[in-house]
């Protein structure tokens, strides 16, 4: 709770300062005090406790992903001193936009109500549809925007009704009383009912097939700061909150008492396999590195969403998948920001020579690269182990299976970028050795690598 | 002093030759592979003395994964193999300019890092994490110093990693599935575990297409013979010297013990394709226009029979394989390292436009005839050593194979001395030919000193290995 | 001490050889020469000494010096046996060896590579030695390889012509067919008896009870495929007149005196497991003697003096396995011993006369060297009548025996060793007459270098005349001496001592007068009609049938030497680019689908949330409609 | 006074709402005017809106309705930001039509 | 099973809710035909002020209050603003393609039966709906309850507005380019 009022004031400081004509101090200080909130958010873990009518519930859950959300707003944060340099009258808006996008990622993770669910999902999104559309010049920037606003308040609006058909069951939105309740056998079929349309609405959030046509386009258009929040925060929020809401609402037990759960079961598996494939296969083409990023993204939607077989065990697996994630995306971002920062697109041609001109940089796009691809030492690599320890425990061999044809696959996009940094001629001059962007890119992938080699510091906390 | 020293010295040695900038590089590279060696002949010594060398320490509790290196006699075998040809392969590189040496000597030592760890790792997931570790440097060595067009090169050497990893992953969801059963990676762990017929299947089909690609096994081998004609020639002679081996290693170590009636249900199966592989191989190597493609498939059939001697799960078998892998190592490192002379001096690999050179360089003639004999398994050598116990074990399993597999000593003849002809023999070659230079000299005269020493007193490697290979025959034999 | 003799006697070439691979060059040519002899000399004295051991207490020495290969159920040392047979090999290797290593620092002085043609030599006599004194199956199998090798490195000693390098390797990949049946063949012995140890296996194989008959018969079999290879038996046999590429002297002891017999040495080493396996003795004797017959038959017509020779000693050594084949070991040992002092002494004369007519081997350009080199053309006479069977020359008794115990055994093979030995009889005379009377054919430049060559090599060629010519002394029929020498050896009762009875004397005097009616016709062709042979496009019919040696080398390249070049260019661009083409097939799947997918996306926001609806209604008409 | 569902029954508001949503739906499917598709989503959260406080007198609870605020608070939020990125389109490429939307493909 | 009003018998409340389910069904759908942005507009207006009159029906006056506020006078207004700000009509409108209309058509009828279809197929609810006679919704409960029981979410949604404001503005600011 802690946590989240310090963030949304650390938002309303953000703005204060623009008052105040502090304007150089704003990245500094919220960074600053971000940390000051990871360490309240690191104190409050452990401790089980709910506030406000439980409106917000403290978990090791929330806290450990709230500390990962603010972990990665940290770098997205000090990765936007470069990125709006040419809109400095802006920056206070864009960073307060980023730290409120924080509050609601927190609230989708520690939310003891519905009701907070819902706002906070809409504090994530609403401040998505700004930032996809805050380029206001770029006609890019504008249809992503509005792709993703359209097709964002779509889903919106279904979430919405599956809330309405749960509390049509329940009668109640608190989370510990659909809790109880989910087992008894006079439920009403709405809460099912009400659950697959917020699990769709979700789905569509993390991009899974099939609602994750918008995520390439969104991707593509949007401002390069803004894909890499969407494709490292969002996506780890919008799949933590899934979980969360399956876990919390007893969603498993509930569909297995009216013999819905291994329909269910047969749905995630599917959705699952057609993410990841449709996700790597699409990636194999594509020439615009942060489509292509788009596309992998979908695919990890599909590995993250394999947790969702084993709803009861895989908590820490989810946290270290989606830390490993977000980390390597982070630093493969960061990378990404300095290397077309003044290109107009991010094709990958505008990649070739990285290795000689910014070797230090390449090096870590390909470490993060690898990560991805599930690479050994890196901690991309021991989230997929874990995850298919987990689900092969589970019994799900074959999906397991097609998951790792799809992680060979993956391979191909990858290497297609680690081939043109190290095996083309640098075709631009790249000056400048912008220190945040370094910082971020080294710092991240340093955790990432940590995160590989340490892979219990994280896997345990949520034991 | 335990194993992990090695690996410490290693891994240290490869940052320290990354920052010890271009113009040192090679030489700290050196030293820190020499290092290596002197502390794998001391472990070795400890070993024999019966100390207690292994590392255990839990690293990941949940699933339980352990920091577990144990050496015994193969494992050391094994990394005494790394640790000797790092040195050469390094020191054989002396001649040639890298751009960005520095980094290009780092990764050598990664890569030797990365395999010494293979060869030592008795925890499932660790032994595949140095797997898959040895992967990445290689890659980077032959797509950046690789030679060639380079969007040939490019091609070969992603088919090869995604080829190589396609392998692999089938075998770490193997390890995962064998996990579920023991609840520990440990290999002790998963030796007790009983599986059943089925299962076996399974987990060694899934082995063994990680194997079959990387040692390779036809028909996985396609990526083999591009690459290493793509690769620089350190990248060659790390894959085919070392590399390979891992493979093969890895068939005694794991797949066997690990799927014992598998592998007895289906051993004709997989002699035979061992077998092919040789014929194969030869035969393809016979009409090869590019010396290197020409050793890689050399290699592809040598490696056949290898395999074929470890699916024989006899101990014969097992032991001339795990000979014959030291004796390859060695000789197809020298054959690479011929041909790179031969490239320093000429600038081409095409066997068409040499010829002739043998009158210009006796010393280089006699020390690439050695190895081309050597290759052949000449008695007296090495190599005959390993290829006579093999062949014998596959004798006593059907003498078929051992007819069939004993091709290999009528075309392996008939390839290596057509191309030494056609690269050596003949009229007078108008270019100038150089003879070998003494550092040169000095990588080969180790590498034959070798295969000659142990092809007359074998014994000491005998002894080594033997206990352990009988330790793994008994697993497979336990029920 | 014994172990130290036999040390010295093998590693002396070794020696030899080191000293002349890394000083050799600086050494100068008769400094290397004269080390290269002087090693083998003193191994020819230790073995005189060893032999001088061996007669006077009767035992073979065993020297054991390490473990070598351990295989689970066999274990093989490196070790040797000198025994009564190692030993009379040994004498003759390192005799011979000796005067050819002389012979050979006149003969090589030109050449600018000597030291290594030194080095070579040394490293070939280190092989055979080991190869002949080995313990057990393995070590003689080094040997048997490594006799290989300098065959190999001889034949290719003029390593700048490609066809002298193609011969080479066509010698090393036959005998290496061979090397694969007589590994087979080891395989065989070590898994029935767990061991391939020579003493072993005999006692092994007297007390065996219940034998595995038709195994051993296999592995008898594929050890005889290996004697085939090195021996030059059909269908083996090519690579030897081929190997004449190399330098004569090389020829002469490595072609004809000694490497060549090792294949005869080794079934000699095995009687105990001939002996048993006797369909397998048959084969050996039809081989034999087909062998003796078709190579005679070739030799008929070549014109070349070394090929002559060559197919002189394929036949010969035709002849010697077919006593082999009728379990007359000691027949055969008594021809090798023959056979290599007389043709030494052959390829020597001829070397001599290569020499002197600067590299001339062709016959239709020779003729009346009998004035320009008197004693070559004395101590070829010798021998060739030694060959021919002439009376009281040791090559007649030697061959008398093989065909007496022909006779005894099967009339059919008598009778085609006897045509095979009047047709040497025709041939070596042919060649006589062709090259030593008449009139000289060649060049006038030629023709004002005649001379005789230097004593170097003249002082060999007499003493392996004198040889020649007293040699059957050591197994005169009814009383002899090698048979006694070489008993303890053999299993079976000697085969060869036959009761010399009227039979005997007939068929001694047929030979003879077979062996006089070939001399008698090639006099009468070549002397009298002064009959040159035609030039190679005019022959014709049956010789020219004769001369291109039944194409059987045509055959082989057509039989297996195409098939397997064109199957390899089959594999290389076809099945390899297939398999290539497979694995990137996937990726180019995978990539085609990417391309039409990517149409699926087309930016319709319309379309988008089309599909959104249908995945929902999927999703939830199958959770809740589905039932 | 008694329960007005008794009288129209709650199966019949959840028909009216579904219906209403997939109206909703349908507009946004149907129409390429970007108004039209915003208005057609407030149908949508209209009719989630109607069943929320039709479910709140099922189950007499207050919540259900509370609950309704904030929706609405969304729709007014989603309203102003989703004009405000349509007015800058407007701006830029001079139509609403969400068929020009289609640069970002492939 | 639908639950078929008796029209014969129908009190004034499902008279009442009938005739307002068609009002609010056929604005919509009217807003959705209607070429003209405004004519949309003005039945989006009546289709709000239907609901509102579900509300109150349903006895909850306060809601139906706000409701028109909120939608009808402030989001309508909103559009109107809009729609006017950018002069848009019927002109405007580009020609949809048939497989656009197909689609949609599809997709509703789709959604639409497969949604009556799994309420229909549920067990109805059966027996009389309790009335507990508490006072559930009327302002002062509703206050209660919004700003006690739900304080926090009260807060936060100030926080979404706040973002929406940003937003709004950020995306509407002109920049200063040179400073």
Redesign the interface.
């Given at each position: 709770m802690n946590t989240l009022i310090a963030i949304t004031g650390l938002g309303i400081f953000c703005l204060l300062f623009e008052i105040l004509n502090l304007r150089k101090a704003i990245i500094p200080i919220t960074i600053l005090g971000l940390l000051g909130v990871l360490a309240l958010n690191y104190c409050e873990f452990g401790t089980e406790q709910s506030y406000y009518n439980n409106m917000i519930a403290v978990s090791k859950f929330s806290t450990a992903f709230s500390s990962l959300f603010i972990v990665l707003t940290i770098f997205l944060v000090a990765l936007s001193h470069n990125f709006y340099q040419n809109h400095p009258t802006k920056i206070s808006d864009y960073v307060a936009i980023k730290v409120f996008l924080l509050a609601g990622a927190v609230a989708m993770v520690s939310f003891g109500n519905l009701a907070m669910f819902f706002l906070g999902i809409e504090i994530l999104s609403i401040a998505l549809y700004v930032l996809a559309a805050s380029d206001r010049l770029n006609i890019k920037s504008n249809e992503a925007g509005m792709k993703y606003f359209l097709m964002g308040s779509f889903a919106s609006g279904i979430i919405l009704f599956g809330i309405c058909l749960i509390y049509g069951a329940m009668g109640t939105f608190d989370i510990t009383e659909i809790h109880e309740s989910a087992l008894s056998a006079e439920l009403p079929i709405w809460f099912p009912i009400g659950l697959i349309l917020m699990i769709i609405g979700m789905l569509f959030k993390v991009a899974a097939v099939p609602f994750h046509f918008w995520a390439p386009d969104v991707y593509e258009g949007s401002p390069a700061l803004t894909t890499a929040l969407m494709s490292t925060l969002a996506k780890v929020v919008a799949i933590a909150t899934l979980f969360k809401l399956i876990s919390g609402m007893n969603v498993i037990a509930s569909l297995e008492n009216q013999d819905l759960l291994h329909t269910f079961e047969v749905i995630v598996v599917i959705i699952s396999i057609a993410s990841m494939s449709v996700g790597n296969i699409m990636a194999l083409r594509q020439v615009n590195v942060k489509r292509m990023l788009a596309f992998s993204g979908i695919s990890h939607a599909g590995f993250m969403l394999m947790t969702l077989l084993t709803v009861s065990a895989s908590a820490g697996v989810l946290l270290y998948y989606t830390a490993a994630y977000a980390l390597a995306g982070i630093a493969a971002f960061s990378v990404i920001l300095y290397v077309c920062r003044d290109q107009d697109n991010e094709d990958i041609t505008n990649f070739h020579g990285l290795g000689k001109t910014n070797p230090l940089l390449a090096a870590v796009l390909t470490a993060s690269l690898l990560s991805m691809a599930g690479i050994p030492i890196f901690s991309g690599f021991f989230a997929k182990l874990f995850l298919f320890n987990q689900t092969i425990q589970a019994g799900y061999i074959g999906l397991v299976i097609v998951a790792v044809i799809n992680s060979i696959i993956s391979v191909g996009y990858y290497f297609k970028l680690i081939i043109a940094m190290y095996s083309k001629e640098p075709n631009q001059e790249r000056t400048g050795r912008p220190f945040l962007i370094y910082a971020t890119a080294v710092v991240s992938i340093v955790l990432n690598i940590a995160l590989g080699l340490f892979p219990s510091l994280v896997l345990d906390l949520l034991k | 002093m335990n194993v992990s020293t090695i690996l410490i010295i290693l891994l240290i040695g490869a940052f320290a030759t990354y920052f010890s900038g271009d113009k040192l590089a090679s030489k700290v590279a050196l030293l820190f592979s020499l290092a290596a060696l002197g502390c794998s002949i001391v472990l070795l010594n400890n070993y024999n003395a019966g100390e207690n060398i292994s590392v255990i320490n839990s690293w990941i509790t949940q699933p339980k994964i352990s920091f577990a290196l144990n050496a015994d006699g193969l494992g050391l075998a094994m990394v005494l193999l790394t640790a000797a040809l790092t040195p050469i392969i390094i020191f054989s590189s002396f001649g040639n300019e890298y751009k960005n040496s520095k980094n290009f000597y780092a990764l050598i030592l990664f890569m030797s890092f990365a395999m010494t760890g293979t060869f030592l790792a008795s925890d499932g997931l660790l032994y595949y994490i140095f797997w898959e570790l040895a992967l990445i440097p290689i890659y980077f060595i032959a797509l950046i110093w690789g030679n060639g067009d380079a969007e040939e090169r490019r091609k070969a050497v992603i088919k090869f990693f995604i080829y190589t990893l396609a392998g692999s992953l089938f075998m770490l969801t193997a390890f995962i599935y064998l996990y579920q059963k023991a609840g520990s990676f440990l290999i002790e762990d998963l030796y007790k575990v009983n599986l059943s017929a089925c299962e076996q299947f399974w987990i060694f089909l899934a082995f063994f297409l990680a194997y079959a690609i990387k040692i390779p096994i036809i028909p996985f081998h396609t990526w083999q013979a591009n690459v290493y004609q793509k690769a620089p020639t350190v990248g060659t002679m790390l894959l085919s010297g070392i590399m390979l081996k891992m493979g093969l290693y890895s068939v005694l170590r794991w797949q066997l013990p690990l799927a014992p009636i598998a592998a007895k249900e289906y051993m004709y199966i997989f002699i035979a394709l061992g077998i092919a592989g040789v014929i194969y191989g030869s035969i393809v190597a016979l009409r090869q226009k590019d010396l290197k493609k020409l050793l890689a498939y050399s290699s592809l059939a040598h490696v056949g029979l290898i395999a074929a001697g470890s699916y024989t799960l006899t101990l014969d078998g097992f032991r001339g394989a795990v000979m014959q892998m030291i004796a390859h190592g060695f000789v197809v490192v020298g054959l690479f390292f011929a041909a790179e002379v031969i490239f320093r001096r000429y600038e081409t690999r095409e066997i068409e436009e040499m010829g002739g050179i043998r009158a210009q360089s006796p010393k280089f003639t006699s020390m690439f005839l050695i190895l081309v004999l050597a290759s052949v398994a000449l008695p007296s050598t090495f190599n005959f050593v390993g290829e006579f116990t093999v062949l014998y074990s596959l004798s006593q399993v059907n003498i078929w194979f051992a007819i069939l597999g004993g091709t290999t000593i009528i075309l392996g003849a008939y390839y290596m001395l057509r191309m030494f002809q056609h690269v050596m023999l003949g009229e007078t070659n108008s270019k100038a030919f150089a003879d070998v230079t003494l550092n040169e000299g000095i990588s080969f005269a180790v590498i034959i000193a070798v295969l000659l020493f142990f092809g007359f007193y074998p014994k000491p490697i005998t002894d080594l290995i033997t206990p352990s290979l009988e330790n793994i025959l008994q697993v497979i034999n336990k029920n | 001490m014994d172990t130290n003799l036999a040390l010295i006697l093998v590693l002396t070439p070794l020696l030899g050889f080191l000293v002349n691979v890394f000083f050799g060059k600086s050494l100068g040519k008769t400094v290397s020469g004269a080390i290269g002899t002087i090693a083998v000399a003193i191994s020819f004295v230790v073995s005189l000494l060893l032999f001088n051991q061996i007669t006077s207490t009767g035992k073979g020495i065993e020297v054991t010096l390490f473990d070598w290969i351990q295989i689970s159920n066999l274990k093989i040392n490196l070790g040797f046996l000198l025994d009564q047979l190692s030993v009379l090999w040994l004498l003759f290797v390192t005799g011979i060896g000796s005067l050819i290593h002389l012979y050979s620092i006149s003969y090589m002085h030109d050449d600018e590579n000597m030291h290594k043609f030194f080095a070579y030599l040394n490293l070939f006599v280190f092989f055979m030695i080991t190869l002949v004194i080995g313990s057990n199956l393995l070590v003689l199998f080094i040997g048997w390889e490594g006799v290989g090798l300098c065959s190999y490195l001889l034949i290719g000693f003029w390593h700048k012509n490609q066809d002298y390098n193609d011969a080479a390797k066509k010698a090393f990949i036959m005998n290496r067919i061979g090397d694969l049946g007589l590994l087979i063949g080891m395989f065989i012995i070590g898994s029935m008896f767990s061991t391939l140890d020579y003493a072993t296996l005999k006692t092994a194989i007297a007390g065996a009870t219940n034998l595995n008959l038709p195994l051993l018969s296999l592995a008898a079999l594929c050890l005889f495929i290996g004697a085939c290879g090195k021996s030059a038996q059909i269908p083996l046999y090519t690579w030897l007149p081929d190997a004449m590429a190399g330098p004569t002297p090389v020829s002469a002891l490595i072609h004809a005196a000694t490497m060549v017999t090792a294949g005869i040495f080794m079934v000699t080493r095995l009687n105990f497991v001939f002996d048993l396996a006797t369909d397998v003795q048959s084969v050996i004797a039809i081989i034999g003697a087909i062998t003796s017959l078709v190579a005679a038959t070739i030799g008929l017509v070549q014109t070349d003096i070394k090929k002559v020779l060559a197919y002189s000693t394929v036949s010969q050594l035709g002849l010697m396995f077919l006593a082999l084949g009728f379990g007359a070991y000691e027949v055969a040992v008594f021809h090798v011993i023959t056979h290599a002092f007389f043709k030494a002494c052959l390829f020597l004369g001829s070397g001599s006369v290569i020499h002197g007519l600067h590299g001339e081997q062709d016959m239709r350009n020779m003729g009346g060297l009998r004035k320009a080199m008197p004693i070559t053309f004395w101590t070829m006479l010798i021998s060739s009548l030694a060959i021919s069977g002439v009376p009281f020359f040791s090559g007649f008794f030697s061959k008398d025996e093989i065909l007496l115990t022909a006779f005894h055994h099967s009339i059919p093979l008598y009778v085609v060793g006897s045509v095979a030995s009047i047709m040497t009889a025709f041939y070596m005379f042919r060649l006589m007459f062709l090259t030593f009377f008449k009139e000289f054919r060649g060049t006038e430049e030629q023709k004002h270098h005649l001379h005789e060559s230097g004593s170097l090599i003249t002082i060999p060629l007499i003493i392996l005349a004198i040889l020649a010519t007293f040699g059957g002394l050591i197994s005169l029929p009814g009383n002899s001496w090698l048979n006694e020498y070489l008993a303890p050896l053999f299993a079976k009762a000697t085969e060869g001592e036959h009761h010399l009875g009227p039979t005997e004397y007939t068929l001694m005097g047929v030979a003879v007068l077979g062996g006089l009616l070939g001399i008698l016709i090639a006099y009468i062709k070549y002397f009298k009609q002064d009959n040159v042979p035609e030039s190679d496009e005019n022959i014709t019919g049956l010789s020219k049938v004769l001369y291109n040696k039944y194409y059987v080398d045509e055959v082989y390249d057509a039989v297996f030497v195409a098939p397997v070049n064109s199957l390899s260019k089959f594999f290389r661009d076809y099945i390899e680019t297939g398999l290539s083409a497979l694995v990137f097939g996937l990726g180019k799947i995978a990539n085609e689908i990417a391309f039409q997918g990517k149409k699926l996306q087309t930016g319709s926001i319309g379309l988008y949330l089309f599909v959104f609806v249908l995945g929902l209604c999927a999703i939830v008409s199958y959770i809740f409609l589905a039932q | 006074m008694g329960n007005i569902l008794n009288q129209i029954g709650i199966e019949n508001y959840i028909f009216l709402s579904v219906v209403l949503f997939c109206i909703g739906i349908f507009g946004v499917l149907y129409r390429r005017n970007a108004i039209i598709v915003f208005m057609s989503i407030e149908i949508m959260l209209n009719a989630v809106n109607l069943l929320f406080v039709a479910f709140s007198t099922y189950h007499q609870d207050a919540q259900g309705q509370v609950f309704v605020f904030f929706s609405m608070a969304v729709a007014a939020a989603e309203v102003a930001v989703g004009l405000a990125i349509l007015v800058s389109i407007f701006r830029n490429i001079g139509s609403i039509s969400i068929d020009n939307l289609k640069n970002l493909k492939g | 099973m639908?639950?078929i009003?008796d029209f014969a018998h129908a009190?004034t409340?499902?008279v009442i809710?009938c005739f307002l389910?068609f009002i609010?069904?056929i604005t919509?759908?009217l807003?959705?035909f209607s070429r003209n942005?405004i004519h949309?507009?003005i039945y989006?207006v009546i289709?709000?002020f239907s609901?509102a009159g579900?509300?109150l029906?349903?006895?909850?006056q306060f809601?139906a209050v706000?409701?028109i506020i909120?939608?009808s006078g402030?989001?309508m207004i909103?559009?109107l603003f809009?729609?006017m700000?950018?002069n848009?009509n019927e002109q405007?409108?580009?020609h949809?393609p048939r497989i656009?209309?197909l689609?949609?058509?599809v997709?509703?009828c789709?959604?639409?039966i497969?949604?009556?279809?799994?309420?229909i197929?549920?067990?109805?609810?059966v027996g009389?709906?309790?009335?507990?006679?508490?006072d559930?919704?009327s302002i002062k409960?509703?206050g209660k309850?919004?700003l006690?029981?739900?304080?926090?979410?009260f807060e936060?949604?100030s926080?979404?507005?706040?973002?929406?404001?940003?937003?709004?503005?950020?995306?509407?600011?002109k920049?200063?380019l040179n400073?």
């Open positions: - | - | - | - | 639908i639950h009003p009190t409340i499902q809710f389910a609010t069904v919509a759908f807003t959705i942005p949309s507009a989006l289709c709000f609901i579900h509300y029906l349903l006895n909850s809601l706000v409701h909120v939608y402030a989001i909103l559009f809009t729609i700000l950018m848009l405007r409108e580009v949809r656009t209309r689609g949609a058509i997709s509703f789709l959604i639409l497969v949604l009556i279809a799994i309420f197929n549920s067990k109805p609810i009389e709906y309790d009335s507990t006679g508490e559930f919704q409960v509703l309850i919004l006690d029981e739900y304080m926090v979410p936060f949604a926080i979404l507005l706040l973002v929406a404001m940003i937003g709004t503005v950020l995306l509407s600011k920049e200063k400073k």
